[in-house]
């Protein structure tokens, strides 16, 4: 299992967008759009393990998943 895959996700529609966004709760700032829920979970979780593999390359600290507080 990857530290990503700990993360809480969220998918809802966009109206502005017209397609379905994909959230986590722990990193505010990221999303993805995307043509179908599924499409928005896969391509956040992608957007999510980016971050996290550059925060981790840079020696950043990388945000604890809500579920190990």
């Given at each position: ?31 993805h ?16 393990a980016?971050?996290?593999k ?16």
């Open positions: 299992m990857n530290c990503h895959d700990r993360y809480t996700y969220r998918i809802t529609w966009s109206d502005e967008d017209e397609m379905f966004v994909g959230l986590c709760a722990e990193f505010g700032l990221l999303s759009l995307d043509d179908t829920p599924g499409k928005a979970f896969s391509g956040i979780r992608d957007v999510v980016y971050a996290v550059a925060l981790d390359e840079d020696g950043a600290p990388i945000p604890e998943p809500l579920s190990t507080r």
